[in-house]
């Protein structure tokens, strides 16, 4: 599908600008209720989901340019978080605020209109297959003196996606090394691809190059049809919604995707992961925007819609409601509270309303102070809990709440949930 399919979804938003909030219903406080951090930010209506609906139309009708003097700033300074999405759907059945900006992207990207801080990006991109400006041969340093099989010789029934910030962070290399050491011990038969293993392209396909993503899905598709693997999980969350949503979605490759607190959650319950430690800890969880509302599996369809009356749209058959209800929520959060003396506090906003962390779609290297704004928003938000620490299962999240809390002078802790499980074992 293109932008121009989209032309009568654009027309039906009523720019109600119930997509800059959380549902009304979940709203517990006026500090906590705003849903879009790019609106929030920016105070200009074009920077919100009906905002762009308007210049989608605009570029449609041909009345702008995709060179328009800040057009591309409008487009790209968003997290494609979501939560637009999931507000909309609360009172509209119709729409897809969410699939309409990806489109307007991969217009803009296809135009040659892009942020020129994606030029070192992409150029590493293409040259390491990696846009941590890191060097490929160095993708599997932190699986070091650990006895993995190496999926490009050998073959295993799991194959554990790193992904691209795990495996270059150095300060995050126990996420996937805890990942490792937990599943051998529980008897999984598990392997890694190792300097072989590709950019999931997900990030890349919210950026808006979607050409770039598909060479990648393939590569990795086929790479784990060789290892034998019917199994895949990954530790990171942005992978999770590549794997998930967008491979089965593009491609129509449907694979046996699991995250990594998915896969825990159930060792739990064979008794195959065991807690022998009480951590005496208060903690908030924070609902990763790939993992959880837009971590829904991909549901093809295939109908039509008509008009009842000339008025009602309707689907037939039912068209899937894709409104963030059915992401990863429990899993976690299940994890957490298997650990004896946990103590989880929710923030006001969380599962599919949950406030984004600022580092989706490229906004962290595009537009950082953006980002780090919107990650300070979310730390607030932690505070007002009365937790001690904040804790996700996503590394882009966590690298970008750290980074903000030494920006800001703050020590609020910061977990993957894999963390606690190593320390209560």
């Keep these: 599908m293109g932008l121009e399919d989209f032309k009568a979804m654009v027309h039906r938003c009523s720019r109600c600008s119930y997509c800059k909030w959380i549902p009304f219903a979940h709203v517990k406080s006026w500090r906590f209720a705003k ?52 507000a909309c759907k609360v009172c509209r059945y119709d729409l897809e605020p969410l699939e309409v900006m990806r489109n307007l992207r991969f217009r803009l990207i296809d135009n040659g209109c892009f942020p020129i801080q994606d030029i070192p990006l992409i150029d590493n991109l293409r040259k390491e297959d990696n846009m941590m400006m890191a060097r490929k041969a160095d993708r599997a340093n932190w699986a070091a003196g ?42 999984v038969d598990v392997g ?28 990795n598709i086929d790479a784990w049809r060789n290892a034998g693997a019917t199994t895949v999980v990954t530790t990171c969350s942005d992978c999770y919604h590549a794997f998930k949503r967008l491979y089965p979605e593009e491609l129509h490759a449907p694979m046996n995707v699991l995250h990594i607190t998915e896969f825990l959650e159930q060792l739990i319950a064979k008794g195959k992961i065991a807690f022998k430690k009480s951590l005496p800890l208060k903690i908030t969880y924070h609902d990763p925007c790939h993992l959880g509302r837009r971590g829904e599996p991909y549901i093809p369809w295939e109908g039509r819609q008509k008009k009842i009356r000339g008025q009602i749209l309707v689907y037939e058959p039912r068209k899937p409601r894709n409104n963030g209800a059915c992401g990863v929520y429990d899993a976690p959060r299940n994890v957490l509270r298997s650990i004896p003396g946990i103590q989880l506090f929710e923030m006001e906003r969380n599962r599919e309303f949950a406030w984004c962390c600022g580092a989706g779609a490229g906004v962290r290297e595009r537009y950082p102070e953006f980002s780090f704004w919107t990650a300070g928003e979310r730390i607030e938000e932690a505070y007002a809990t009365g937790a001690e620490a904040l804790v996700s299962a996503c590394p882009h999240c966590e690298r970008n709440f750290l980074d903000a809390l030494d920006q800001r002078g703050d020590s609020l802790k910061v977990f993957d949930v894999l963390d606690l499980v190593r320390e209560a074992r």
């Design 146 to 187: 650990l006895s993995l099989k190496d999926l490009t010789t050998e073959k295993a029934d799991v194959v554990l996606h790193v992904g691209c910030r795990l495996s270059f962070d150095e300060e995050l290399w126990r996420i996937p090394q805890t990942a490792v050491t937990l599943l051998l011990d529980a008897g």
């Design 192 to 219: 890694i691809l190792g300097r072989d293993e590709n950019c999931c392209g997900g990030r890349l396909y919210d950026m808006g190059y979607r050409g770039e993503f598909l060479k990648y899905a393939e590569n």
């Design 35 to 86: 849903g879009c951090p790019s609106i929030e930010y920016h105070s200009f209506q074009s920077y919100s989901a009906s905002g762009r609906l308007c210049i989608s139309l605009a570029l449609l009708e041909e009345r702008i340019s995709c060179f328009d003097e800040g057009l591309p700033d409008i487009v790209f300074k968003c997290m494609l978080d979501g939560c637009c999405d999931v």
